[in-house]
């Protein structure tokens, strides 16, 4: 049986979100910090008219799954 493979954290892209929120949708601080990473992503998504690039967690699912399929 193989050694299950490590996954790479990263950390929360605090400066880019900041940006997003304050910058671009105009959001006060209390906003932002009152608002999930879900909302600001929806947000972002509602003001571009659409999906960007997959999120990373879409990623390491599918990275996961291969790692560790269902079955036999």
């Known amino acids: 049986m193989s ?8 950390a929360f892209p605090w400066d880019e979100a900041l940006m997003l929120a304050l910058g671009v949708l105009r959001w006060s601080p ?5 608002a999930t990473p879900r909302e600001l992503i929806a947000a972002w998504e509602g003001l571009s008219g659409g999906r960007g690039p997959e999120p990373a967690l879409g990623r390491d699912l599918r990275r996961l ?4 399929p ?3």
């Open 3 to 10: 050694e299950p493979q490590a996954f790479p954290t990263q």
């Open 65 to 68: 799954m291969a790692a560790f």
């Open 30 to 34: 209390r906003d932002f910090w009152r």
């Open 70 to 72: 269902d079955g036999a």
